[in-house]
């Protein structure tokens, strides 16, 4: 099983012309225009999003999913997705020291579970949309029941606690942080990072 499909909280985002293949069940015309909606908003957040640059390790390499693991400064590791701007991506090892641009992993709906679901991690749903003509060829979003472990308001950053590992998620305007506190048992809908640079740092 590829990484793609057996994390809990791992999210493909590509950008290009070439959309990757992925396949897409139907839906109702009401869930499709929902879907549509939330595409166009999670598009337009991707494209305003600030690149982050980072230099790490890469500890892991998921060649069918073109999904690389980084074992950054501060010891975390996150997954990254390599869209097809990263042309030497069969070139890269395990080990290998890189510098990286991406982007980074964005939380685009979060909402309040109680009752008998409180306190319970799981992945929910994946789903894919295709792109508008901004240029993001295809995404794929994961939905997971989370925890919400600690909040910053001053930096729009929310750390969620899935059913497999913790991730920091920058916080869409659409969210409310008002609404959320530390402890909540939220449905969470997020893309990841994805990159659009690797290099190798002993290359230079």
Same mark, same amino acid.
């Given at each position: ?6 994390l ?22 009401? =869930?499709?225009?929902?879907?549509s &909606?939330?595409?166009? /908003? ?14 790490a /390790?890469?500890s892991?390499?998921? /060649? ?10 501060k010891?975390? %590791? ?6 097809p701007?990263v042309? +030497? ?7 290998? +020291? ?5 982007? +980074? ?9 109680? =009752? &008998?679901?409180?306190g ?19 995404a /794929? ?8 472990? %600690?909040?910053d ?29 530390? =402890?909540?048992?939220?449905? &969470?809908?997020?893309?990841? &990072? ?7 740092? %002993?290359?230079?």
């Open positions: 099983m590829s990484k793609a499909t057996s809990a909280v791992a999210v493909i985002v590509s950008m290009g012309v070439t959309p990757w293949a992925v396949a897409q069940t139907a839906q109702p015309a009401s =869930g499709a225009q929902e879907q &909606a939330l595409a166009g /908003r999670v598009q337009a957040l991707l494209a305003t999003a600030p690149p982050v640059e980072i230099k /390790r890469i892991d390499i998921d /060649r069918a999913s073109r999904i690389i693991t980084l074992h950054g400064p010891g975390h %590791d996150i997954d990254v997705a390599m869209g701007q042309e +030497n991506f069969d070139q890269l090892r395990v080990g290998d +020291n890189v510098e990286v641009l991406y982007k +980074n992993a964005l939380l685009v709906a979060a909402d309040k579970i109680a =009752g &008998a679901d409180k319970i991690r799981k992945r929910v749903d994946s789903s894919v949309y295709q792109s508008t003509p901004s240029g993001y060829s295809a /794929r979003q994961i939905e997971v029941q989370a925890t919400v472990l %600690d909040m308001a001053s930096k729009r950053e929310v750390r969620l606690r899935g059913a497999y590992r913790t991730v920091t998620l920058g916080v869409g305007p659409d969210i409310d942080f008002k609404t959320l506190k530390e =402890g909540d048992t939220v449905h &969470a809908v997020f893309v990841s &990072a994805y990159a659009t640079r690797v290099t190798p740092i %002993d290359a230079r």
